[in-house]
């Protein structure tokens, strides 16, 4: 019974062992602790194969990037007669810095000349309204999604995966829905209105006017004027007048004195909403299809963390303009 047993997790961590592509030992089925020596043969092989395939930036001479795989270094070592793994070739990449990393979107598309003041701005207004008892949400977009058995991405527990169709074309899908967030940085809440046609300044204001009548006064009870954070573009663009007029109805008709202050151009990160409070939305939908209205909406409600974050989602039931 013993030998079936041993030979049972030999089997298993030779079939990890091929999957992953790293050396492990049979009897205990850990990862090899062999090491390139400094200095060694096969080390002074593996720096002549990777100097003439190692590209760099030219702004920054310890940047550099190479195309070569350790299974590639692995065959023409072998051919070099100094031969090693590729888990070994792999470790010794990661020590040189050569680790596997993807794209980094830090660039920003442009520069805007008030930026530092904007900031300085902001943050002297948010402690303005702090200090006055009188609330600030963090309000924005999130991207569309469509709705149907169409892919998304991530991966989920399950006992067995869940199918959707081959290709990912629009006309397949149900609708799609709108999620527009507000987040009150303060008492760390969240809310999402989800609309189910287009990302309009009406439906922002609408999105607005709903929350507040049903969540912000209960919260704010007495409150005398609010604080909304934006950035600059979509439907509560700076420059939209639209915009503006459809935010002085809001204004009229709850009866408050709102306050509008926009991120500088190309800043849409910073604003609060898209750091404390999207990223765990996103999380709790990855790699769920939104088969029906009522699957995204419970989804979304889930978002919540251990600081204390929580998420309520009202779900529009039709196309209609005004939120009911």
Known sequence: MLDENRQSWNDRTRSASRRSGRRTNPTTGRRSKKKIVP??????????????????DPDNEKIVFTDLTPTR??????????????????QWMDDQGL?????????????????DAQFQNIAQLIQQYESAGNPYFSIDTKAKEFLGRLF????????????AFDHDF???ADGVVIPHGIFDPVRNRGHINIGLSRDTTQ??????????NRIGRQSYPCADSMLLLFDCGGSNSANKYIFKHDLQAVANSIGMTIRVAHYPSYCSKYNPIERRFFPHVGRACTGMLFDTLQTAVDLMRKASTSTGLKTTVHGRRSRSSELP
């Open 152 to 163: 998304r991405k991530g991966r989920v527990r399950c006992s067995k995966a869940f199918e």
């Open 73 to 90: 270094l692995e065959q023409e070592l072998t051919a070099m007669e100094t031969p090693a793994s590729d888990d070994i070739i792999r």
């Open 203 to 212: 439906f922002a204001c609408d999105s607005l006017r709903w929350y507040w």
């Open 170 to 172: 629009p006309s397949w």
């Open 99 to 115: 680790r596997l990393r993807k794209i980094r979107k830090v660039i920003p598309g442009g520069q805007s000349p008030d930026r």
């Open 39 to 56: 200095g060694s043969g096969v080390e002074g092989n593996l720096k002549s194969l990777t100097k003439t395939r190692i590209a760099g």
